[in-house]
């Protein structure tokens, strides 16, 4: 067998030394034909060959599989393709290419979500016959999951975004996030700690005003503050865009004032006013639109019912305009009425000093009570002076009468016009004292 192979080479060797001696074409024939030679001697010599296959891509297969029926999905693997050493017949692989071959990791026992070891199965689309040698890597890691949805809520998370000076931004309550809640999916590990998501506004802005922005940044968080992995691959969202509203107020300062009503006709309003002690003498406040004045009305006393000393709360959420803000979170403000030189007394009147008002013609009225006590509040030197000839007790008919013959029950008010600093209590759990009236239809 030596001999023989001595003696092709021998020959083609001598075929080539000789061949330029010849002219151009046999040159070029003979060339061919010792290529042919070549090649029939490689087939016979050499049949079976060893073939380097690179790049073989890795294909995980879970057909049937449990991981398959329980919704298992491979989420990171070690290795995308391997390296491929085969053995052939010369004929059956010498034009063997990568793309007609597959990796194939087998996912069969995998039962839970975790890392597993799959070791490598060589398959060729072609069909073609070969032993593989050897594979590498030959075992890969690849880690397993189920992949689950859910919906958690948005907050907003503003970078850089301020307002300007003179006004404030709204508390992060105030600020609504369209759509305000994700879906999201991914791997079930790390799906299930994460609670809520972050839409993220960044930029450099000076806000004059409520100002809507749009934005596609999600950070996802496992509480209120520890920002997930944002750059996750394996997790996916279901909306792409979001519009995050701003809201801007206006800042400013108002005074408070309290309104008064049911006092005496002649009752010096402003003097009792300004003897009024308040917790909070104003406020600071923002609002959505312009500040519409320098004072702001907190709410009504109703003189019927200011005793010596007595305090009336008003709560800023009750006297605050729709969009209004208070900036020094008072919340209530306390209204004091003055306690010192003031004394109480009270004066009976009989059923004969009060007075009807307002009395319909066609009807005769008569007062069935024979009288009513009043209490009256004022300085100790005004009460010293008050007689009951001082006050007038009347009872306004246009109020009160339901033009019906029978007995109604009517308040009575008082007027002291001699007197700027006198008002009238109401007592027994009635804002003014009652008396019961007798109204009969007058015969033609």
């Not at 692989?93 to 199965?121: F, H, Q, R, T, W």
């Not at 300062?253 to 009503?261: A, E, F, P, R």
């Not at 004969?352 to 006590?373: E, H, K, R, W, Y």
Request: negative net charge.
């Amino acid at each position: 067998m030596v001999n023989s192979i001595k003696f092709i080479f021998g020959k083609i060797k001598y075929f080539f030394i000789h061949l330029f001696e010849k002219d151009v074409f046999i040159k070029i024939s003979s060339i061919i034909a010792a290529i042919l030679i070549w090649f029939g001697v490689s087939i016979s010599v050499y049949p079976t060959i060893t073939k380097v296959m690179y790049n073989v891509p890795i294909q995980i297969n879970m057909d049937g599989t449990y991981a398959e029926a329980n919704g298992f999905q491979a989420m990171s693997q070690s290795d995308e393709t391997v390296t491929v050493y085969i053995k052939g017949a010369r004929g059956e692989i010498g034009n063997l290419e990568s793309e007609e071959l597959v990796a194939v990791a087998s996912a069969e026992d995998v039962m839970y979500a975790s890392e597993y070891k799959l070791p490598i199965e060589i398959q060729c689309s072609t069909r073609k016959n070969f032993d593989v040698e050897t594979i590498e890597p030959s075992v890969i890691s690849v880690s397993f999951d189920k992949i689950i949805s859910k919906e958690i809520p948005l907050v907003p998370k503003l970078s850089g975004i301020k307002a300007a000076d003179g006004y404030i931004m709204g508390d992060p309550d105030d600020i609504v996030i369209v759509p305000d809640k994700i879906n999201i999916t991914g791997p079930e590990t790390e799906i299930a700690g994460i609670t809520n998501a972050a839409a993220l506004v960044e930029g450099e802005s000076s806000l004059t005003g409520t100002t809507d922005f749009k934005t596609s940044l999600i950070q996802l968080m496992n509480d209120s503050t520890t920002i997930v992995d944002d750059k996750n691959e394996n997790i996916t969202f279901d909306k792409s865009e979001f519009t995050v509203h701003v809201p801007v107020y206006t800042k400013g300062t108002v005074s408070l004032n309290v309104q008064i009503t049911n006092a005496p006709e002649s009752f010096d309003v402003d003097a009792f006013k300004e003897k009024l002690e308040m917790s909070v003498s104003e406020l600071e406040i923002a609002a959505s639109d312009d500040i519409p004045g320098a004072s702001l009305d907190i709410g009504t006393i109703d003189m019927r019912e200011v005793d010596i000393g007595k305090e009336f709360s008003f709560a800023t959420n009750d006297f605050l305009p729709e969009g209004y803000q208070d900036l020094n979170e008072v919340n209530t403000v306390v209204v004091k009425c003055p306690s010192e030189g003031l004394v109480r007394r009270s004066i009976h009147f009989n059923n004969s000093a009060i007075q009807l008002v307002n009395a319909p013609s066609q009807f005769d009225f008569n007062i069935i009570t024979s009288g009513v006590t009043a209490t009256f509040i004022g300085p100790e030197g005004s009460m010293e002076q008050l007689s009951n000839i001082d006050v007038i007790a009347q009872i306004d008919l246009l109020n009160g009468f339901t033009m019906d013959e029978g007995y109604d029950k009517l308040p009575i008010t008082f007027l002291i016009p001699s007197h700027d600093d006198i008002w009238c209590i109401g007592s027994d759990g009635d804002l003014s004292p009652r008396a019961t009236i007798s109204a009969t239809l007058k015969s033609n």
